[in-house]
């Protein structure tokens, strides 16, 4: 391998800012910050808007689009009422 090509691959601390829940995973992420872990290691950090633990998709608390009807239904619903001159 070249020396000097390669991105930084380490360990690196993900935080959800929605709810604090934090994961450990591999990453060539730049990142500023450190956090200490419970086990004493200092990390990078990377804040994350949301992660698997926040996402309506993942946590069951998505609505589904069937019940709210398309675009077009919508349309009709609100405007089709009045009779066209």
């Known amino acids: 391998m070249k020396e000097g090509i390669h991105p930084n691959y380490r360990d690196i601390c993900f935080v959800d800012l929605s709810n604090g829940f934090k994961f450990v ?3 060539c992420a730049n990142t500023k910050e450190m956090t200490k ?4 290691r200092e990390l990078p950090l ?3 808007d949301t992660s698997s633990e926040s996402h309506p998709f993942y946590t069951g608390t998505q609505k589904s689009v069937d019940n709210m009807g398309g675009r077009v ?3 009709r619903n609100k405007y089709g009422k009045t009779a066209a001159k």
């Open 37 to 40: 872990m419970d086990d004493g």
């Open 46 to 48: 990377y804040k994350l």
């Open 25 to 27: 995973t591999r990453s």
């Open 73 to 75: 239904e919508r349309f």
